[in-house]
């Protein structure tokens, strides 16, 4: 299992960007199948996939987020990043990076640790 | 987007009772079904993938059936330590979608 770790402000304003960083150790996100994924869970409620990107650079959105949404990777110091524009309330969570492949059965086999994003003026 | 609807969404159970967590998808996804369970402050942790198979380092007393639509987790004689949320994932199609939650009280 990989090692990842999400960084970031842990406060956005209303109608700014949310920006995220995960960085992994222990694989490479440049290799291999696995999908690099961004997940988020509001206080007490049920965990929402964001999104993914692959090794190629190709990205899947939850159609849900997908017009604020935007993955990507930074290969040469193996972190991949998370934007969401336009925040609300509703955006207040904790978010995780999280990584599954063919090789872990296809779900989620390591996670980061998470990490609280109040959106608040 | 495939539901998972989760049930019950919480219960409460003594040491070594047998419990059952129930998740249903809106629609077939085939094998593509895991388990988690998450502990307060704490990021998700696989129990079960592929509905059945018991992540390496998980107590046998979890463990997973089912098939299409509906699918069970149980833990054979609960323990203190199982005191958390419990999560259904389904990875057929996109969006992933996640049940809404069992919580294990004890």
């Known amino acids: 299992q990989v090692h990842l770790q999400e960084s970031g402000p842990g406060l956005a304003k209303p109608s700014q960007t949310l920006s995220l960083t995960c960085t992994v150790s222990g694989g490479s996100i440049s290799g291999g199948r696995d999908r690099w994924t961004w997940i988020r869970q509001p206080a007490g409620k049920r965990l929402e996939w964001i999104g993914q990107?692959?090794?190629?650079?190709?990205?899947d959105y939850n159609p849900s987020l997908e017009s604020r949404v935007t993955i990507s990777a930074d290969t040469s110091k193996n972190q991949f990043s998370l934007n969401l524009n336009s925040v609300t309330g509703a955006d207040t969570a904790v978010y995780y990076c999280?990584?599954?492949?063919?090789?872990?059965?296809?779900?989620?086999?390591?996670w980061g640790q998470g990490t609280l994003v109040t959106v608040s003026s | 987007d495939i539901q998972m609807t989760q049930s019950p969404s919480s219960l409460s159970a003594s040491v070594g009772d047998r419990v059952t967590i129930t998740c249903r998808a809106s629609?077939?996804?085939?094998?593509?079904l895991a388990w988690y369970q998450q502990k307060p402050g704490k990021a998700p942790k696989r129990l079960i993938y592929?509905?059945?198979n018991l992540q390496s380092g998980v107590p046998s007393r979890f463990s997973g059936s089912g098939s299409g639509t509906e699918f069970t987790l149980t833990i054979s004689s609960l323990q203190p330590e199982d005191l958390a949320t419990y999560y259904c994932l389904q990875h057929n199609s996109y969006p992933l979608t996640f049940g809404g939650g069992t919580k294990v009280e004890i």
């Open positions: 629609q077939d996804i085939r094998n593509d």
């Open positions: 999280a990584s599954r492949g063919g090789s872990s059965g296809w779900s989620f086999d390591s």
């Open positions: 990107i692959l090794a190629s650079g190709g990205t």
């Open positions: 592929g509905i059945s």
